[in-house]
């Protein structure tokens, strides 16, 4: 059976918070500092070390709360931050779902201006759309590495962009910085250094307004997410899961393995039992 190639994301962790906030916050709750195992704890409302605090790795109360008494808005005072390189924007419409969490997103707004740029230099080549296609292999823009399963994606781009240029007069002037219009009369008949002098040259500001009806589920995205613990529990029984679609549980085991086992251990039974 033909199986269509991937890449998988990349997933670096940012930042923790620490457990030590999240059991800071039970003692306020029931007001039993006295009774934690972590000297920082003990002696908070006297002495308030914070950096101790933060760098507490374990807590008999967090696993208390999380595995007996099922209490886990506590643990919501615990953050992890990550940078996912290279997930796609049909990933990026299932992380949405997950309510409670920060997310940042590359923005097609502003970063699609070297594929305009190889559509305006196209049209001066004499096989527009093989320049077009070259240009955005290069560019490495998709989850699918498929080589001939790009070529029926970027053609569907390609086609859909000449669509537009057909019947949008003011598509050059969309698409290309002001100060840039004058390379089109220098290089006129010459793609590839129509090409060049484009990248090199201003990016029109908001270029993605008008032509991001051209992306697809398979374009790539990078964003920053910050999820509170219960919510990543959450995350991760939906996500690290069989029933979820195979990108993103992907993106959910890249995740799971550079989150450290000090949390798993208050939301995975696999790593509390471990």
């Known amino acids: 059976m033909y199986q269509i190639a991937y890449e998988k994301p990349k997933v670096t962790l940012l930042q923790e918070s620490g457990l030590g906030v999240a059991e800071i916050a039970a003692r ?3 007001d039993s500092f006295e009774n934690s195992e972590n000297a920082s704890i003990r002696n908070a409302m006297q002495n308030l070390d914070i950096d101790a605090i933060n760098r507490i790795d374990d807590s008999d109360l967090l696993s208390n709360l999380a595995w007996v008494h099922h209490h886990h808005s506590i643990i919501e005072h615990a953050t992890l931050s990550y940078l996912i390189q290279g997930t796609s924007r049909g990933v990026l419409q299932e992380h949405a779902r997950h309510r409670l969490q920060a997310i940042s997103v590359r923005s097609t707004r ?19 759309f093989s320049f077009f296609l070259e240009k955005l292999l290069a560019l490495n823009l998709f989850v699918i590495s498929d080589q001939d399963y790009l070529a029926i994606e970027i053609r569907a781009i390609f086609d859909k962009l000449m669509f537009q240029y057909k019947r949008d007069s003011e598509f050059i002037d969309s698409a290309i910085a002001k100060s840039s219009l004058g390379y089109l009369r220098e290089f006129k008949g010459n793609a590839q250094n129509l090409y060049d002098a484009l990248e090199r040259g201003k990016k029109k500001r908001n270029v993605g307004d008008k032509f991001k009806h051209i992306v697809s589920d398979n ?6 997410v910050t999820f509170n613990i219960r ?6 029984d939906l996500r690290d ?7 993103i549980q992907w993106l959910a085991q890249e995740m799971k393995k550079v989150t450290p086992v000090k949390y798993l251990k208050l939301i995975d039974k696999k790593y509390r039992e471990s």
């Open 110 to 128: 502003y970063t699609m201006s070297s594929v305009i740029n190889a559509f305006v230099a196209s049209i001066e080549n004499g096989d527009p």
């Open 28 to 30: 306020t709750c029931y």
């Open 231 to 236: 919510s990543l529990k959450n995350y991760f």
């Open 219 to 224: 374009w790539k995205v990078d964003m920053v």
């Open 241 to 247: 899961s069989g029933a979820a679609w195979f990108q």
